[in-house]
């Protein structure tokens, strides 16, 4: 598979190390297949290792808001038609998934949102602007429970500073997460983050306009604890 040479290739040059995910597929249906074909060179993005000029992908220029890890893109879709004074671009290496929002988007036109399939680390390293993103959206990241796993974990101090790096003063980066320890190890880790500030000083309640995802259902069903969390780059 393409997406899975190219992140063995990063790995092999000695770029990206851990991935903090597995490549799953599922067989797509027909109109997944279609989507594919009809929608992806109007919605979506080809990874390249090259900086883009992100208002230009949008028929406004308004806030860039990325989101990480949509899965099946359910909450995405609507945060997206919602806010429409925004502009949203969404990085998921789920095959399935980014089909499924793919399709959404290019059967109903959807201007103001657009999806790239491809590791996150890779995207924002390479493609994205320093201080050009105005909020970040991390919904769910896989909680890697074990502890021989947990360095595959996405909130990781390198991962928070690449973010804060990304962000425009003011920006936000909005992470919830089923998972208790992780939640306080994402407070923890962005704390370390000079340039970012926690207004909430530690968990926010969930702002009301976040649809629940379908992760957030199966952990509802396991009575998790929803933990939110909302911070701020506060300087340059
Ligand atoms: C637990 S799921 C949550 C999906 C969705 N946000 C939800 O709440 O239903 C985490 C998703 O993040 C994606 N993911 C993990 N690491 C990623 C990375 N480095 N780049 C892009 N997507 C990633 C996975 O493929 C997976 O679909």
Redesign the pocket.
Known sequence: MEIQKRVDKKESDGKRGI???VLRTNALSLYQKEALELYSETYALAYKEEVIETQKLFKKNQPLIIE?????G??TKRIALEQHDKNFLG????LN?YSKLLSFIGENKIDNLKVIR????S?LSDMILDESVSGFHI?????WPKKRQQKRR?IQPEFASLLARKLKVGGYIYCVTDWVEYAHQMVDVFATIPTLTNPFKGFCEPRSWRPT????KKGIEKEHQIKEIWVEKRSG
């Open positions: 991935k903090s995910f990480i890890g949509f899965g099946m359910d909450a990085i998921e290496v789920f998934g491809f590791d996150a680390v995207v919904f769910f990241p896989d909680p996405l995802t379908s992760f957030e």
